[in-house]
Every structure is written in C-alpha cells, then in structure tokens.
C-alpha cells in the first residue's frame, strides 16, 4: 500500500507541471468538460430532483407534533441537501460515472501502447493525460453540485406541493430560515476535494493499468472502488475540521 | 549512430536480453531479426528508453540515454520516430489528427504549414484523402501506413520500426519496405526495424542483427546471411519453401 501511495505521489509530481503546449492543454480542458461535466448533467438532475422529493416527504410525515411548523420541512431539507447529498452522494455518483471513464479511457492507451507512444514522441504522458482532467473535475464538480442542490430544493418543493403536505409558502419560508452562508462554502469545499480524489485516483488506476483488455475493466473497478472509500473517509475528516 | 553497448534487461528473474553490443549506423538499413519471442521489441523499447537497462548502456551519437535527465531525454526523442508493432494511433483523433500531433506539440507552424507537411507524410505512404478516417475505420495495413507517415512527420534522426510489415500481403509489404529504405537514404537516417520477414531482409538488410533467446547471435548483412553456417540462423533462413528453393 504504501508503494501505491509513493508511486501515486510521484505520479502526481508529473502532472503537476506546466503543460508543454497552452494551446493543447486548452482543447482537452474542453474536451473534458464536455466529457466529464456537461455528460453528468442528466443524471445529476434526475437522482438530485427525486432525492430533493424523498427528504422533503419523509420529513414531513414525521413532524407530527402541531407544535413544530412546518416550515422545518423546507430547512431540513436545505440543511441535508446542501451539508451531505449535494457534495457526497453526488460525488460518489461522480466517482462511479467519471472515474471510471477517466480509468478505463487512460488504461486503454495504456495496453495499446499509445501512452508509449506520446512518450517516444517526448511527451510528458502523466501531464498530457490526468492534468486537463483534475482540473476540469476540479473547476465542473462545483458547478455541478451547485446545479444539484438546485434542482434538489425544486424536487422537494414539487413533492410538497403535489402531495399537498406543506404549502409552497412554508416550504420556501423553511428553506429560507437561518440561512447560512457557511453551509455553501464547506459543501463546496468538500465537493473540490472530492473531484481531486475522483480524477487524480481514477487517472492514477488508469495510468499504471498493465495486461490487457480485462485488466483495463479491472483498472476501472478499482478507481470507483478506491474514490468513493477515499470519499467517504474524507468527508468525516472535513465535516470534524469544518463543522465543530 | 547509435551504438548499444553491453546491455541486458531483467523482467523478473527472466533475462530478455543477454549482454547484447550492437551498432546501428547512419543512413542505413539495421535489421533485428529473430523468432517470435526472442527479445525484439524488448531491444527496441530498450534503446529508444521506454525500459530502462539492467546494464550496459545505450548511447545516441555518443550522447548516453540513461545518463540524460528526463527533459534531456525528452529533448532527444524529439528527433526520434517510432513505428509501433500494433500501430498505437491514438483512437480519439483522426488520420490528420494523428500525424499532425507531433507537429503541434513540437513546433511553431501554422495549421497550413502542418497540413501541408500531412499531405506529404500521408502522400509518401499512398494514403492521400484518409485525411478524416478515424483508426478504427483503417485496415491493418492502412494503420501501420499512418504510424509510420506519423513517425516520419517530424523528419526524425532516428527512425525505429517494429515490425512494419507484419501480416500485410507480400505487395504493401514491399512497398513499405521500400518506403522506409528510401526515407533512410534519403534523410539519412539512423533506421533500426525489427522483422522476421526473409523477403525484407534479402531486400533491405544494409546490416542484419540476428537474436537468439535474448543473445546477439550473429550480425551481418544480407549477403552474408545466405552463406552462414550457423545452425540456428540458417534454421530461421531457411525455414520457408522459398528460401530453400533460393539456396538450391
Ligand atoms: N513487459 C514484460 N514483462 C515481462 N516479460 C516480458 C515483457 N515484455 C516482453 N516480455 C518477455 O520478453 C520476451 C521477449 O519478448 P518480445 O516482445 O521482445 O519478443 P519479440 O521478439 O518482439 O517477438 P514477436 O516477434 O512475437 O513480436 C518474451 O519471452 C516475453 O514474454
Ligand atoms: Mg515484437
């Protein structure tokens, strides 16, 4: 493991240099946003809108004292959208979508010796490769969690006001109520650290694939597995830095 | 010249190469040859630094590759051009795309200039107007014509083939043969290919390398190849119909 982690550190140290040309460097950060961020967008949406609906309703159904408004309804569902769905659960969907893209894409250059050959043409492959990624993740994910609590807050109040449990007026008051703006800031904190967990582990698996075509699935697993336990591990650290 | 001195290489405990001293010269033809398995590509991969050697070292023009830092490394490579055994085009850029990779990493030229420099590239292996196919949608042989009309783009010093013709029809075989024969002379180049094809090392074998179970088993040209008495290179010589018929 702990070979992983060194190889890992110094595959980092490659990627971390100045881009050999500007003007490629531009045109894969686009690619990738396209590739990484505007791609997630659909799924983003669908799981953040049905999610959004699911908090809002349970917790409805469970204030049944007349003594709690139910404007708490709306800031529930804000306060765990905005401090955990948004940057976690997201990210973890992020881990399996783009980490695995990003592995298997970089693990089959590998096996078809196209990393070789960048290499042979003097390139500096690890930079070539995993830096327009790791920023492109690092500069979408926000944008995209941002888009997520969105739409989330839109599904619980659609939820609310179809299943007629909480009026509009309450939920968007709840979702009003002692607003902080703290909330955003560490939920976007955690969502860039995430991306560089998902891209730099995903382009490490990738990188460093050896084999052939099921070593390259392999490879693949691996960078969802390993992000999204890196994930988890490292949002109890920040929520313990952050929030207490 | 490049010049490989005293080199061997360990995967494992398996040793893939054996000790093995070899010149390859300017403006010529160096053939590698050997059976399937006998340590071809590893050698290649050797001397162009994509592994590193276990001993010996490898020296480019007296400049010695495993002593250079790896901007150095980086600096040399740009006068070198590989042709990969599988071809290695890169899957996401078309055939224009490819070739013109190089040119856009490395230099300063206008798009226009650069086109014109893939036509030509494109033109010196018969394949004008592929300019949009995607690699996948190339032949085997067409594929090998790109990576090599890539590996040419930026003029290389050093040219290194794997391979070139392997599984084409006897046809495109000779005329790639030809082709990189005549970019060697042409460009004087340092050209070093791998083969097991008879036909191209009768044809182009300036210098023949011949590699047994990772060993330097006998070098030559290939006019010397016909009249060896060494049992394991007249084995692999002879072990078609043709060259039988050819001895006789
Ligand atoms: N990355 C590697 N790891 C371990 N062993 C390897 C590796 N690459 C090659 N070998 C071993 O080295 C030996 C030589 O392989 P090499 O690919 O150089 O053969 P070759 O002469 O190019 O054969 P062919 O004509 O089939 O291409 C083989 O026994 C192979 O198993
Ligand atoms: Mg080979």
């Known amino acids: 493991m702990f070979n992983a982690l060194g190889e890992y550190l110094l595959l980092m140290f490659q990627v971390f240099r100045k881009p050999d040309k500007r003007k490629i460097f531009r045109k894969q950060l686009f690619l990738e946003f396209q590739n990484l961020g505007i791609d997630s967008l659909g799924i983003v949406a669908i799981i953040s809108a049905f999610f959004g609906g699911i908090v809002a309703i349970q917790t409805a159904y469970n204030i049944d004292s007349p003594l709690i408004s139910l404007t708490m309804v709306g800031f529930t569902t804000r306060q765990s959208i905005i401090l955990e769905f948004s940057p976690t659960i997201i990210s973890l969907i992020l ?36 830096f327009p990624k790791v920023v492109a993740s690092l500069l979408i994910n926000p944008i995209l969690i941002i888009f997520s609590v969105v739409v989330a807050l839109f599904g619980g109040w659609l939820a609310c006001v179809v299943t007629g ?7 968007i008051l709840g979702i009003r109520y002692c607003f902080e703006g703290f909330i955003v800031f560490y939920a976007l904190i955690k969502t860039v650290v995430f991306a560089f967990i998902i891209a730099s582990v995903s382009g490490y698996q990738g990188y460093f694939t050896k084999g052939g075509a099921l070593d390259v699935g392999r490879s693949s697993t691996k960078a969802v597995v390993y992000s999204s336990i890196l994930i988890i591990i490292f949002d109890l650290i920040l929520t313990q830095l952050l929030l207490t | 010249m490049i ?5 061997s290489k360990f995967f494992g405990n398996h040793e893939v ?41 490898i020296d480019f023009d007296d400049r010695n590759l495993s002593k250079m830092t790896s901007k150095e490394q980086r600096d040399i490579r740009k006068d070198l051009g590989m042709l990969f055994q599988g071809g290695a085009l ?72 794997d391979e070139p013709n392997s599984g084409l029809d ?40 011949f590699i047994y179970d990772g060993e330097l088993w006998w070098k030559g040209d290939k006019h010397q190849i016909l009249k060896t008495d060494n049992k394991e290179l007249n084995d692999f010589v002879f072990a078609t119909e043709l060259t039988t018929r050819l001895k006789n």
Not at chain 2, 3 to 7: F, G, H, S, W
Not at chain 2, 133 to 159: D, F, H
Not at chain 2, 173 to 198: C, F
């Open chain 1, 165 to 171: 449990l909480v009026t509009s007026q309450d939920y």
């Open chain 2, 170 to 209: 006897p046809i495109t075989a000779g005329v790639i043969d030809e082709l990189i024969s005549e970019i060697t002379k042409e460009y004087q180049t340092t050209t070093i290919i791998n083969t097991h094809d008879m036909n191209s090392v009768l044809k182009i074998g300036d210098k023949v390398a």
């Open chain 2, 90 to 161: 890169f899957d996401s850029m078309n055939v224009e795309e490819n070739i013109m990779f190089p040119l856009t990493m490395f230099t300063k030229k206008t798009y226009e200039e650069k086109l014109e420099r893939v036509n030509f590239c494109l033109n010196r292996v018969a394949l004008e107007n592929t300019n949009k196919l995607y690699p996948s949608e190339l032949s085997g042989g067409m594929t090998k014509r790109v990576a090599i009309a890539r590996a040419i783009s930026m003029n290389p010093e050093y040219l290194f083939c």
């Open chain 2, 17 to 57: 190469l054996k000790n093995i001293s070899l010149q390859f010269e300017k403006g010529k033809t160096n053939l590698i040859i050997g059976r399937s398995g006998s340590g071809k590509t590893v050698l290649m991969k050797c001397l162009v630094g994509l592994y590193g050697v276990d001993k010996g070292h």
């Open chain 1, 95 to 130: 881990a399996g979508k783009v980490g695995s893209r990003i592995a298997s894409e970089i693990g089959t250059m590998r096996i078809t010796e196209q990393i070789d050959a960048l290499k042979v043409m003097g390139v500096n492959t690890a930079n070539y490769l995993i």
């Open chain 2, 3 to 7: 010049e490989a001195v005293n080199i």
